[in-house]
Structures are given as structure tokens and as C-alpha cells.
Nanobody
Framework: QIQLVESGGGLVQPGGSLRLSCEAS????????MNWYRQAPGNDRELVAT???????NYADFVRGRFAISRDNAKKTVYLQMTSLEPEDTAVYYC?????WGQGTQVTVSS
């Protein structure tokens, strides 16, 4: 059974940075594409970034140039480095692969 555990969320001021981590277990991590989603109150869950098993990355337009997704196969972990954070980035961020989801980590951008 695949398990995904996110960490690294918190409160940050506008313009600040955070790095989210998602540690996976119960799967052969190098073979899986990994995604970060987010959901703000009252909004649908939306795709933020993807990294394929070949390390090809893709980003939603609203984060391109500010966020970077990466993976460490030896640690079975995918990261989301977030910079130039804006209040509109406030959301619960979720790690995902196929039909498996983590519990989410809250990111709040506020002064």
C-alpha cells in the first residue's frame, strides 16, 4: 500500500520561501511520476507541478518561475521549493501519485 507523508508547510511572509517534502513508502519510487496539488478554501484541488520518473518537470502557469519540483530516488522523496510566495499561494498542499494522496500540509502566506 502506497503511503505519502508531506512536511514543511507553515506560515511565511509574502516574498518568502518554503520547501515542502513528501516521503513515499510502499512503492518502487523511481518508477512513479509524482505530483504536487493544492487546495485553497472554497476552491477545487489544482495541479501545481509534476515530475516524471524520468525527471521531466512541468508546472502550472501560476507557479512557473517561482516553484521548483525535484526528487531524490534514494530517499524516496519529492520536494517542492517555493519562492516569491504570494498570499494567493495559501492552501493545503498535497503530494500525489496515481490514486494515492498524502494528508496535506498547510501553507499560509501572510504578513
Amino acid at each position: 500500500q502506497i503511503q505519502l507523508v508531506e512536511s514543511g508547510g507553515g506560515l511565511v511572509q509574502p516574498g518568502g520561501s518554503l520547501r515542502l517534502s513528501c516521503e513515499a513508502s510502499g512503492m518502487f519510487f523511481p518508477n512513479f511520476d509524482m505530483n504536487w496539488y493544492r487546495q485553497a478554501p472554497g476552491n477545487d484541488r489544482e495541479l501545481v507541478a509534476t515530475i516524471t520518473y524520468r525527471h521531466i518537470t512541468n508546472y502550472a502557469d501560476f507557479v512557473r518561475g517561482r516553484f521548483a519540483i525535484s526528487r531524490d530516488n534514494a530517499k524516496k522523496t519529492v520536494y517542492l521549493q517555493m519562492t516569491s510566495l504570494e498570499p494567493e499561494d495559501t492552501a493545503v498542499y498535497y503530494c500525489n501519485t496515481q490514486t494515492s494522496w498524502g494528508q496535506g500540509t498547510q501553507v499560509t502566506v501572510s504578513s
